[in-house]
């Protein structure tokens, strides 16, 4: 696998397992949580859309993208662990990141310089890249998380876009190849899921 924040997941993991104990204890299952996760990250990206003005409010999305990485990992862990797993939890796991993705992406295009067309376009390679990961399944590979730009690293260069923002970062035309940028990465990755599950299957 190539080195991405993802190969981080089993440290983090056991930071949080504590309180993944006790949301059991209090019956609260995993979908609860994925459902949970995706609605915030909807809000936030609406508040953010509609507020693009007030770049303040980009602050807000580094210390959501870490929350929400710890709820996915909790989601997880409720579901391997404590006997949460189901078919609608596979189903809402994938969908769920996807318009989670999409939602705090999208704001992005409101911001000058980062422009319409480079942020649709990561945003649909983002979701090909997760689509590109369950097809491994379908074909008998494990789910795939190569890098370089798998979900914890755009949560990483997504929250340190938003800090830049929030702490007042200027305008300027260099920002206009940042997304350009990502969208090169994104292709990457989903190359790199590709032939690293055909790999796998040869084994």
């Known amino acids: 696998m190539s080195l991405t924040i993802y190969s981080l997941k089993p440290r983090f993991q056991g930071l949080l397992r504590p309180l993944t104990k006790r949301l059991h204890a209090a019956g609260i299952t995993a979908n609860q949580v994925t459902l949970a996760a995706c609605l915030v990250s909807v809000i936030l990206g609406v508040v953010l859309a ?8 980009y602050l807000l999305l580094p210390l959501w993208l ?7 990992a909790i989601d997880g862990m409720l579901a391997r662990e404590f ?6 939890g596979a189903f809402l796991n994938e969908l769920t990141d996807v318009i989670s993705d999409a939602a705090l992406l999208l704001p992005f295009a409101f911001v000058p310089h980062f422009g319409w067309l480079g942020v649709t376009l990561v ?3 983002a979701a090909l890249c997760e689509m590109t990961g369950t097809v491994a399944v379908m074909t008998g590979a494990s789910r795939r ?3 370089p730009m798998g979900k914890s690293d755009r949560a990483l260069v997504l929250g340190a876009l938003g ?3 929030g702490l007042g970062m200027q305008p300027a035309p260099w920002q206009a190849a940042i997304f350009p940028v990502l969208a090169v990465l994104l292709m990457v990755t989903i190359v790199n899921r590709v032939r690293r599950g055909l790999q796998e299957l040869k084994r």
């Open 145 to 147: 998380y190569d890098g």
């Open 123 to 125: 945003v649909i390679l």
């Open 83 to 88: 006997g949460h797993k189901s078919a609608l």
């Open 163 to 165: 800090l830049a923002l």
């Open 50 to 57: 509609t507020g693009a003005a007030h770049t303040r409010l």
């Open 66 to 72: 870490f929350l929400r990485m710890a709820l996915n």
